[in-house]
T-cell receptor
Framework: KNEVEQSPQNLTAQEGEFITINCSYSVGISALHWLQQHPGGGIVSLFMLSSGKKKHGRLIATINIQEKHSSLHITASHPRDSAVYICAVRSGLSKLTFGTGTRLQVTL | KAGVTQTPRYLIKTRGQQVTLSCSPISGHRSVSWYQQTPGQGLQFLFEYFSETQRNKGNFPGRFSGRQFSNSRSEMNVSTLELGDSALYLC????????????FGQGTRLTVV
């Protein structure tokens, strides 16, 4: 079993829909990251969370440490949000462990 | 402020050769981490350097090595290349160890033939 599980693996949504991507992990962590990767490979770090909730524009990330679960929400989705979203966790100062990613396609 | 710069962007090598990839971090960042991304394994951590010292290491064979210079620029080297080393190699820089708020480069796509 992977230490970091993401769901769904693939997601298609229509423009304007509210989107949720989930991440569950099995180890104690010091931080959880949400990353966005566009075609071509470039990765953008969206959020780093250790507790609670963070918001940036139309993106919201939450984490529940007790349940070892995090969600990334996109409100009013847009085709430019189409990308792979990756969850990664870190324990202490050790290496990042990545989920397999969620491929999101937002259509008009 | 310039972002993280990786060179070269694309590279084709033959099995058995060795390769060196370069990563220039954002000015002021002292931590550089390297990652390998393949379709089958996804993103995997290679190693992390801070102040010229390796701080963390992933589960890769000794053919994969790296170093960091006094100006925080980092190189990774892969010797005796295998077909399975074909991947996108990404580096990320951050202020401190742990990669919080990390900024990623565009990656180097290595193809081994």
């Amino acid at each position: 079993k992977n230490e970091v599980e993401q769901s769904p693996q693939n997601l298609t949504a229509q423009e304007g829909e509210f989107i949720t991507i989930n991440c569950s992990y099995s180890v104690g962590i010091s931080a959880l990251h949400w990353l966005q990767q566009h075609p071509g490979g470039g990765i953008v770090s969206l959020f780093m969370l250790s507790s609670g909730k963070k918001k940036h524009g139309r993106l919201i990330a939450t984490i529940n440490i007790q349940e070892k679960h995090s969600s990334l929400h996109i409100t009013a989705s847009h085709p430019r949000d189409s990308a792979v979203y990756i969850c990664a966790v870190r324990s202490g100062l050790s290496k990042l462990t990545f989920g397999t990613g969620t491929r999101l396609q937002v259509t008009l | 402020k310039a972002g993280v710069t990786q060179t070269p962007r694309y590279l084709i090598k033959t099995r058995g050769q060795q390769v060196t990839l370069s990563c220039s971090p954002i000015s002021g960042h002292r931590s550089v981490s390297w990652y390998q991304q393949t379709p089958g394994q996804g993103l995997q951590f290679l190693f992390e350097y801070f102040s010229e010292t390796q701080r963390n290491k992933g589960n890769f064979p000794g053919r994969f090595s790296g170093r960091q210079f006094s100006n925080s620029r980092s190189e990774m080297n892969v010797s005796t290349l295998e077909l399975g080393d074909s991947a996108l190699y990404l580096c990320a820089s951050s202020l401190g160890v742990g990669g919080d708020g990390a900024f990623f480069g565009q990656g180097t796509r290595l193809t081994v033939v």
